[in-house]
């Protein structure tokens, strides 16, 4: 953007010379100073200094024009393509009047000796455009991380709750069991039951078990399952503004699938958020097939560790990916293990969530 005030400044020699000269290259520097500053405030998130700073380049855009004339309208592409970023519900009106002005006020006074402002005005429309098309891509990537800590959150919350609540369920009962046989243990010690050995055998082979299922519990925070996948992949959907069509029980799948399974959902779920700008996503579930088709541009996603990795894991399982565009639009993923089924996917029951 600075480039527009070097434009301005080297235009002014044509118009004038002397110490006027010298007051109009002051201006300029001026303005590149106070949009420098005004950058840094939209930056700082100081809105007040901001306008304060942006009507200042308004002032020292007109007390350039009498010195500068038509070349000053460079300054106003840089005026006019701020107020279109900061601004973007007036972007049609404020472009017009800037792109008018710069037509018409060369035009209209006579005494600067030229026609309408055809190159500021032309610059001045496909800067504002494309200044607002990088706001737009700033804008979406600042959601997009925002998004992303979100769905890291609530995949960090929903999987405290399942330990809390595996906890709970595995140590309250077996707890329990292990308190009632150990009273009944020292009661039949007490009378010199021989049944009292029996009894301390169980309570061990409990306390055994119950340490199993917690070390299973546990484990299962770094272990990638489909169930849980199925569950972070909702999460992932929604904080994306894809509904989500996805199956509610994996019973259908093999378990000797269900953890490539997994990491197919995990993968093809996170490049149709990345990649395919869909508004709907569907996985189908069978014995030995998963398939994950969105309805976005059809694009596929940039050859990656991911996809890369995900073939290696397929072909090891001796299996075969088959992606490719998806009729009428969308992107398809379908990965099969085994003799390919004539049947077709047998889908589970699946939720709709938006």
Known sequence: MLA??????????????????????????????????????????RTTQMWVLFGAMNLLFLAELPIAHDNAFFLAVVIVSFAAMVRPQYLGMILAAGVLAALVVPWAVRPWHVGPGWTPAILMVFTSLTVRGFSELANANRALLEARAEVARLASEAERARISRDLHDLLGHSLTVITVKSGLARRLAESGSPKAIEEITAVEGLSRQALTDVRAAVSGYREV??????????????AAGVVADLPTATDVVDPAHQELFGWILREGLTNVVRHA?????TVTLSSSQIEIRDDGTGSAAPNGNGLTGLRERVAAAGGTVDSGPASPHGWRLRVTLGRPETSGLLATTKETVA
Request: aromatic share 6%.
């Open 225 to 238: 399952t489909l169930n849980g996948e199925l569950a972070r992949g909702r999460e992932l959907l929604r």
């Open 4 to 45: 527009y005030p070097g434009v301005a400044a080297s235009g002014i020699a044509q118009s004038t010379s002397g110490a006027t000269e010298v007051v109009g290259h002051v201006i300029v520097a001026a303005f590149a100073v106070a949009y420098v500053l005004t950058a840094l405030s939209v930056a700082w998130g």
């Open 277 to 281: 700008h869909a508004t709907r996503c």
